[in-house]
């Protein structure tokens, strides 16, 4: 069976070369079916680790709740515990500073800064891709003076890093310890992250200074705070869309911190990586609907093509049968022959496709700042699956040429 099987290889190769035309007639449908085909999957891939990357930056990694309270909050820590015990595997401090704080470089004062006063957790909680330096580390919390992360926008306009300043009323120094790689998933065009420290106390909960408005406005009151937090996405409160399970969790001991009304607080989820994943699929399988369609008038159009040639080679066929050949050789020559074309029309769609995805990406690249780690690529997966379908087609197609050559007589051929 062996000695059958390579010999049926052979010669379907002999074949192939032997009727170049006929080759080349039947790799146009499959061209198109395969490149439609590894274009689906290429950018179903791109497509989801984008908007994964962008969900983790801007919000935070699969199921990241945002929790508000709305009221004075008298025990942080009993706070902080309490987020833990409804689920919490990361708490971060995710606060707007209760006075507008600007920042001075050299001499030179940047009012456009967006100050956030975070935990060194929340780098566990978001996607943070560094530039130069490093995120918070817990030794940062030792620091004598404010310790800031900021974007490279931000430190672009800064110039001189090395004597910076932030404050509302008074200036006081600061070091920075990292910078931020700015790219299209941004959330503010200059981003700062200020460490809850001892020594920024001060800028994050004192009061503003005297004229100065309270930049909460009415929509948080003096003592309110936000923080994120990331739970198991396995938890049942992260399939809860509205977030009540975990709100339950949270308030039924929001005494704890001194506030007396559940309605005071928020807790919701905040991340899309579930809507993403769905939007993802569905548009993935859609588009992979349309590619299947066109893949299959490629292989009606190789068994046409097929049937055509057997009939054409009927002579051929017989003689090898009349010169020993076995039914199950014949069977592999008229099968692989298709194999063969639909695999040759697989590789030339996957060199296309790489072409156009390559051409793509330069394109892309010199008008978006792409996230670390997301270019715009074929994925092994998409090789894969376009050589696989490609060979599949090929399979498909043969099986009913090579049982209409096996029904030929040998007899009738031969006098042709």
Do not use: K
């Not at 404010?146 to 932030?166: K, T």
């Not at 695999?343 to 496709?353: D, E, Q, S």
């Amino acid at each position: 069976m062996l000695r059958s099987l390579t010999a049926g290889i052979v010669l379907a190769f002999a074949g192939s070369r032997a009727n170049v035309a006929r080759t080349i007639l039947s790799c146009a449908g499959i061209v198109v079916g395969v490149g439609s085909l590894i274009l689906v999957v290429t950018g179903s891939d791109f497509g989801e680790r984008f908007a994964i990357a962008y969900s983790e930056t801007n919000a935070g990694r699969a199921a990241t709740f945002e929790i508000s309270v709305m009221e004075e909050v008298s025990d942080q820590e009993a706070l902080e515990e309490d987020i833990r015990r409804a689920g919490a595997q990361e708490v971060s401090l995710f606060q707007t500073p209760s006075a507008s704080v600007l920042l001075r470089s050299g001499g030179t004062v940047i009012d456009t800064a967006d100050f956030r006063g975070v935990d060194a957790s929340l780098g566990e909680i978001r996607r943070f891709t560094m530039a130069e330096g490093r995120w918070f580390t817990e030794a940062d919390l030792e620091s004598r003076v404010p310790v800031l992360v900021v974007n490279e926008d931000l430190a672009n306009a800064m110039g001189d890093r090395e004597r910076v300043q932030i404050g509302t009323d008074r200036w006081t120094d600061v070091r920075i310890v990292g910078v931020l790689e700015s790219s299209g998933t941004d959330f503010t065009w200059q981003s700062a992250y200020l460490l809850r420290s001892p020594a920024s106390e001060d800028l994050l909960f004192g009061p503003p200074p005297p004229g100065q408005a309270d930049p909460y406005g009415d929509y948080m009151p003096s003592g309110g705070v936000t923080y994120l937090a990331r739970i198991d996405p396995g938890d049942p409160a992260a399939q809860d869309p509205t977030g009540t399970m975990f709100h339950e969790r949270l308030t039924s001991t929001a005494w704890r911190w001194g506030v007396r009304s559940s309605d005071s607080v928020w807790g919701y989820r905040i991340d899309g990586a579930d809507v993403i994943e769905d939007a993802v699929t569905y548009l993935s399988w859609g588009l992979a609907g349309i590619a299947a369609i066109t893949l299959t008038t490629g292989l009606l159009g190789v068994l046409n093509v097929g049937l055509v040639t057997v009939r054409e080679r009927r002579r051929e066929l017989a003689t090898y049968r009349a010169l020993g050949a076995s039914r199950f050789t014949l069977f592999v020559v008229v099968v692989m022959e298709s194999v063969v074309v639909s695999l040759v029309a697989g590789v030339i769609a996957l060199l296309a496709c790489w072409a156009l995805v390559t051409a793509a990406a330069a394109v892309l690249e010199s008008f978006v700042s792409l996230p670390t780690g997301v270019a715009l690529a074929i994925p092994p997966s998409g090789v894969l699956v376009g050589l696989g379908s490609a060979a599949a087609v090929g399979l498909l197609a043969g099986i009913v040429p090579a049982m209409r050559a096996l029904r030929s007589s040998v007899v009738a051929g031969l006098r042709e």
